[in-house]
């Protein structure tokens, strides 16, 4: 197991325990909240436990955050094929960037995905703490974080999976910067209550969404759930989907601690699937 060295870590706390914050959505996203049962997707029959574990990439800078966290997340994929588990991989742009540098990596990833895990998007927009510079929140061209719209980072994720159309993100200020095109919204992850939930639909920047919810674990802060919370969900999900959420640095600074959630969801028959292969009723 690699560690993030001391330095690394205590940066990651400076600069990434925004995304845990319990609203992930810190601005409001108007327009209206349907009935979930109105053209939603199929719900798991009460024999079925299935779960998805979203894993984000954070906006850190290339060098250190997001080099020195890739073999990471070699490592987090590989435990997770150990297992028969399918990740939702969760990319800040930064990352893409990354991963469009190099070939290689770029076929890394693209095999990941043809094994079933899904590539999707971690957008920190404008009011995130560790903005990633991407916003459509008009006149902050001048500001000197600023990289672009949303359409310009789109155009950089969109080129990662092997369709180029990314459908699930987790996205803050999405009343602005959903992107379009995206179909499926992780979301939550500081109440208890966060763990366990049914697919209910909303209006997002003009666009119909689907909203699942998931817990935080792993992530170094009071308010993430203990596996005991976990493992004393298995007998209550009755038809309900189960979401987990951790950082990709989780991994690097508590590693036995994911390893101990793998362990409890494999003994427990809990499959772990995509978003996508959640919402949309595939495999």
């Not at 001048?142 to 092997?162: C, F, Q, S, V």
């Not at 997002?204 to 976990?230: C, F, K």
Request: hydrophobic share 35%; aromatic share 8%; with cysteine.
């Amino acid at each position: 197991m690699k560690k993030i060295i001391l330095v690394l870590a205590i940066l990651s706390v400076l600069l990434f325990s925004g995304c845990a914050e319990p609203n992930p959505n810190p601005k409001p996203n108007p327009g209206p909240i349907l009935d979930p049962d109105l053209n939603g997707p199929p719900q798991n029959g009460e024999d079925e436990k299935i779960a998805f574990i979203a894993v984000h990439m954070e906006a850190g800078p290339i060098v250190p955050y997001v080099r020195d966290n890739w073999p990471v997340l070699e490592e987090l994929v590989e435990l997770a094929d150990s297992k028969g588990f399918k990740l939702t991989l969760q990319f800040n742009p930064q990352w893409g960037v990354y991963i469009l540098d190099d070939p290689g990596r770029l076929a890394l990833l693209r095999s990941w995905e043809a094994n079933g895990h899904e590539i999707a998007l971690h957008h920190h927009g404008l009011s995130h703490n560790n903005w990633n510079g991407y916003t459509n929140e008009p006149g902050r061209e001048n500001d000197p974080r600023y990289k672009g719209t949303i359409t310009e980072m789109m155009a950089i994720m969109n080129r990662l999976p092997a369709d180029g159309q990314m459908i699930t993100g987790s996205v803050t200020d999405a009343d602005t910067d959903w992107p379009r095109g995206m179909l499926y919204n992780t979301s939550g992850g500081a109440r208890q209550q966060d763990l366990l939930s049914s697919p209910r639909k909303a209006v997002w920047n003009g666009s119909e969404v689907t909203i699942i919810q998931h817990r935080m674990y792993a992530v170094g802060t009071a308010d993430a759930a203990p596996l005991s919370e976990i493992e004393e969900a298995y007998q209550n999900m009755d038809g309900q989907i189960m979401g987990i959420v951790f950082h990709v640095h989780d991994y690097g600074e508590r590693g036995g601690k994911i390893e101990e959630l793998f362990d409890s969801l494999g003994s427990n028959g809990i499959e772990v699937k995509s978003v996508k292969s959640v919402l949309s009723g595939g495999n």
